[in-house]
């Protein structure tokens, strides 16, 4: 569930950016004088494609390694049967039957609970900086945005 909060967190951002934009363009006079110029509908667009460019790329990124992170976790899972990513100490007991490799076990070997949650920590860290790329194409986006000249000036 959390890939999928992350990636509707990055719908959010392009809907911030389009608010900000729509509010920031000005209305027609009845005298058809137009303030809008080129050079801000070209800001107001390259805002536009930097959120949308970062929110793909991190899209992209947070599906791939919610993917693997979630078919990871749930093999792990699938070995033992019902088991929880928060166990309690009763629980605990069960994820060190779980092999961690195909030979006997050799020395240093990883607990099944302990390698799971490695596991669990390692895509969390992954999804955080996915969803950085996003939050800094909001950044670029909100000063680009704010770029502007009237034509009505002279």
């Known amino acids: 569930i959390i890939p999928i909060v992350m990636a509707g967190v990055i719908?959010?951002?392009?809907?911030?950016v389009a608010v900000i934009i729509g509010e920031s363009i000005p209305t027609p006079s009845k005298?058809?004088?137009?303030?809008?110029?080129?050079y801000t509908g070209f800001a107001h667009l390259c805002a536009g494609l930097c959120a949308g460019a970062s929110g793909l790329a991190a899209g992209g990124?947070?599906?791939?390694v919610g993917d693997y992170?979630?078919?990871?976790?749930?093999?792990r899972a699938s070995q033992i049967g019902n088991i929880s990513l928060f166990p309690s100490s009763s629980e605990k007991?069960?994820?060190s039957s779980i092999?961690?490799?195909?030979?006997?076990?050799?020395?240093?070997?990883?607990?099944?609970?302990?390698?799971?949650?490695k596991l669990f920590v390692s895509m969390l860290i992954m999804l955080i900086f996915s969803e950085a790329l996003a939050?800094?194409?909001l950044i670029v986006a909100l000063i680009v945005s704010q770029?502007?000249?009237s034509c009505l000036e002279g």
């Open 99 to 117: 092999p961690d490799s195909e030979g006997d076990g050799g020395v240093g070997d990883v607990s099944g609970a302990e390698d799971q949650s």
């Open 31 to 38: 005298g058809r004088d137009n303030a809008y110029s080129i």
């Open 135 to 137: 939050l800094y194409g």
């Open 11 to 16: 719908g959010i951002y392009g809907l911030i």
């Open 93 to 95: 007991q069960g994820y």
């Open 147 to 149: 770029h502007s000249y």
């Open 61 to 64: 990124c947070i599906g791939i």
């Open 69 to 75: 992170g979630v078919r990871a976790v749930g093999y």
